[in-house]
């Protein structure tokens, strides 16, 4: 539209084209407007309001324009006015927010977020950098957990961005605790979200502590150097819960009996295939120390050509900690066990995993029958 291709024109054309004016004078507001021009400006916006007095956008331009020009009174006065006109007025919302965290004023700052995000949902990634310094403290964070925990259209946004920097993932690593405590939903995704961003920015204890603090009461009771050990519930999908990935070459069930077993476990089905990674893997947090590693398993029929074995390593470098070989053919509910020591340094993420030597995939190396696990434990020994 001309308005926005030429508001020079625009305006010469029709004076009082508000919306050239808009676009005119946020370039110029946006630039390094001269004393006059800004006195130029402020008197182009009181004719425009005469002409259009319900119009916020205006009160917006003489604002800023007064702002800049040192008359804070008066901006602040014309900021209010235009919320007055239009709560969602985009440039008043953006420099009250301003405002109101400069003089400290969270709960004003809450209402002007709330109000921002929920018209203009693509400021979100502009503000959510400013969120930690604005609401640094308990007392401030806990206005805006109390927004959030009604479920504010752009609560995910808001935390997806955030989860973008290191810094922000630790404020939303906050936001989630005190929601935890709260009544409000948790959900899945912010907090998988949340976990893996720490995880990439290297905090790993916090991601741990931020796993154990979102569990709901029967995580609870899962919870242990491996989370849900003994398969009896459906993975949430998160880095410190079992992380399943469908592979070619077996079927796999969990958390329910099979086969007439009372207990729920884990059930892999080879399909006479080769099987370079069943897909079962879960992040461990454990402090430097000795542990002994078991797990209970049966099989009927199995043929592992290339192995299959459980095995601890550090996240990086990789090193291994522990490999304990699964067992071929048929044989009831057996405990098997291997120790390992985690090492003080280098060592603060591991990662424990189902896997196979197979590393070409040749169909000379099918793996077939089946193989169940009820419980994965990972105890620490004198």
């Not at 946006?30 to 004719?47: C, F, H, V």
């Not at 922000?168 to 906050?174: E, K, N, P, S």
């Not at 009461?217 to 849900?228: H, I, M, P, R, S």
Request: aromatic share 8%; net charge negative.
């Amino acid at each position: 539209m001309l308005e926005d291709k030429d508001p020079k024109l625009a305006l010469r054309l029709n004076p009082f084209n508000v919306d050239a004016f808009i676009t005119l004078s946020e370039a110029m507001l946006g630039g390094a407007a001269k004393s006059a021009d800004l006195d130029q400006l402020m008197a182009a916006a009181g004719s425009m309001v005469a002409w259009a007095p319900g119009d916020a956008r205006l009160y917006s331009v003489r604002g800023a324009a007064e702002w800049q020009e040192g008359q804070m009174a008066e901006a602040l006065s014309a900021f209010r006015h235009a919320l007055v006109l239009a709560p969602t007025e985009l440039q008043a919302l953006q420099w009250m927010i301003g405002h109101s965290a400069e003089q400290g004023d969270e709960a004003a700052v809450v209402d002007l977020v709330d109000a921002l995000f929920r018209r203009w949902p693509d400021r979100i990634p502009v503000y959510a950098g400013r969120m930690p310094a604005i609401f640094s403290d308990t007392e401030q964070r806990r206005l805006l957990v109390q927004r959030l925990e009604l479920g504010q259209p752009w609560r995910g946004a808001l935390i997806s961005r955030l989860s973008k920097s290191p810094d922000g993932a630790l404020f939303a690593a906050d936001l989630l605790w005190d929601l935890a405590q709260g009544e409000g939903i948790q959900n899945g995704g912010e907090i998988n979200q949340v976990l893996g961003a720490l995880l990439a920015a290297g905090r790993y204890d916090e991601a741990y502590q931020t796993f154990l603090v979102t569990l709901n009461g029967e995580g609870q009771k899962l919870a242990g150097n491996v989370y849900n050990g003994s398969f009896s519930d459906t993975p949430s999908g998160a880095p410190f819960d079992w992380m399943v990935r469908r592979q070619p070459g077996l079927a796999l069930s969990m958390a329910k009996p099979d086969g007439g077993m009372p207990t729920p476990g884990l059930s892999i089905e080879f399909q006479q295939a080769p099987v370079r990674d069943p897909g079962i893997r879960q992040y461990l947090n454990l402090p430097p120390g000795r542990y002994r590693l078991s797990v209970k398993t049966s099989a009927q029929g199995a043929v592992l050509p290339k192995e299959l074995f459980w095995s601890v390593a550090c996240f990086k470098p990789g090193t291994v900690l522990a490999t304990l070989p699964v067992e071929q053919g048929t044989y009831p509910v057996a405990a098997i066990s291997t120790e390992l020591v985690v090492p003080a340094d280098h060592c603060r993420l591991q990662v424990l995993r189902l896997g196979t030597k197979t590393m070409t995939g040749s169909w000379n190396d099918r793996y077939s029958g089946k193989v169940r696990f009820e419980d994965v434990q990972i105890v620490s020994v004198p």
